[in-house]
Nanobody
């Protein structure tokens, strides 16, 4: 079985910071570095949107324009964990944040397309107050 479990969400004031974690278990952990990992978010009544991606085997990182310069995606392969450091949070960042592992055959392409990801975590709520 493959499982991703997010943690670190919560309530913060605008301008604050949070670090989300996504721990992988199961088949993914044997070759964790070979998976492109992504973060997505979904606000109430909104479609799921791409936030950030870390491309497999050191292929680089990519961000939605709305979070560029404020959020940083990273991973610790020894801990089989991907992180999303969120700084300068804004109320419009309020959403359920989910991590996902891309189907390996995509090889990092279409990294902003949620449909290219095959395994998803349960999501963690981030609420930013004004």
């Amino acid at each position: 079985q493959v499982q991703l479990v997010e943690s670190g969400g919560g309530l913060v004031q605008a301008g604050g910071s949070l670090r989300l974690s996504c721990a992988a278990s199961g088949r993914i952990i044997s070759t964790f570095s070979s998976y492109t990992m992504g973060w997505f978010r979904q606000a109430p009544g909104q479609e799921r949107e791409f936030v950030a991606a870390d491309i497999w085997s050191g292929g680089g990182t990519y961000y939605a324009d709305s979070v560029k310069g404020r959020f940083t995606i990273s991973r610790d392969n020894a801990k089989n964990t991907v992180y999303l450091q969120m700084n300068s949070l804004k109320p419009e960042d309020t959403a359920v944040y989910s991590c996902a592992a891309q189907v390996q055959s995509w090889r990092g392409s279409a990294y902003s397309n949620s449909r290219s990801y095959g395994v998803w975590g349960q999501g963690t709520q981030v609420t930013v107050s004004s």
